[in-house]
Nanobody, 123 residues
């Protein structure tokens, strides 16, 4: 599976960004997908996850109510809509794919990882 994340950039606090992650190599609808992020000097943390059908999602407490994960299986793409961004959201954001079917924020559940896209939120 190859994952290509895009959509990162520089945004002011309170602004919005939408990240995309295009997948290839496996039947996309069979993959649970997740977004993780890693800020400088910090461990990688889970942001959100979504089931293969899109019917089930899991969002981290730090972004709940501001970030939304979704997917378009016809386009083999998963999205992360980020609203009301804060400086503490600054990080490299990674998309990941899991063949386990689990919709969780556990790194070990994910078999494949994209290269990451940088999001910088200025105050």
């Amino acid at each position: 599976v190859q994952l290509q994340a895009s959509g990162g950039g520089l945004v002011q606090a309170g602004g919005s960004l939408r990240l995309s992650c295009a997948a290839s190599g496996l039947t996309f609808s069979l993959l649970s997908m997740g977004w993780f992020r890693q800020a400088p000097g910090k461990e990688r943390e889970s942001v959100a996850a979504i089931s293969g059908s899109g019917s089930s999602t899991n969002t981290g407490d730090s972004v709940k109510g501001r970030f939304t994960i979704s997917r378009d299986n016809a386009k083999n793409t998963v999205y992360l809509q980020m609203n009301s961004l804060k400086p503490e959201d600054t990080a490299v954001y990674y998309c990941a794919a899991s063949t386990t079917g689990l919709v969780v924020g556990v790194r070990g559940a994910y078999n494949y990882w994209g290269q990451g896209t940088l999001v910088t939120v200025s105050s």
